[in-house]
């Protein structure tokens, strides 16, 4: 089992940056990868950003060049720089942990982008 909890979410204004943590615990030796989705009211989830356990990273078209996924392995903490936000960024984050058994969601943490 692995358990996840993300924080860092909040209100920001257009422009402005976020980092969102997801705090992971449990047999957090078994993950393979680890993702960010996002899913805005009305809207379906959306994988926006992933890494591997080799360290390669992915990034949907929408978030290229202004989010940045990190990992700590010492803290078994996932990140989720976020600049350059956009209203359109507005959304309940979700980190998603993959093992070749299960995949591991947390609670979400909002992000409002607004003036």
């Known amino acids: 089992q692995v358990q996840l909890v993300e924080s860092g979410g909040g209100l920001v204004q257009p422009g402005g940056s976020l980092r969102l943590s997801c705090a992971a615990s449990g047999s957090t030796f078994s993950i393979y990868a680890w993702d960010w989705y996002r899913q805005a009211s009305g809207k379906q989830r959306e994988s926006i950003a992933v890494?591997?356990?080799?360290?390669?990273?992915n990034y949907a078209d929408s978030v290229k060049g202004r989010f940045t996924i990190s990992r700590d392995n010492a803290k078994n903490t996932v990140y989720l720089q976020m600049n350059n936000l956009k209203p359109e960024d507005t959304a309940i984050y979700y980190c998603?942990?993959?093992?070749?058994?299960?995949?591991?969601w947390g609670q979400g943490t909002q992000v409002t982008v607004s003036s």
């Open positions: 890494i591997t356990i080799g360290g390669s990273t």
């Open positions: 998603n942990a993959r093992t070749h058994i299960s995949t591991y």
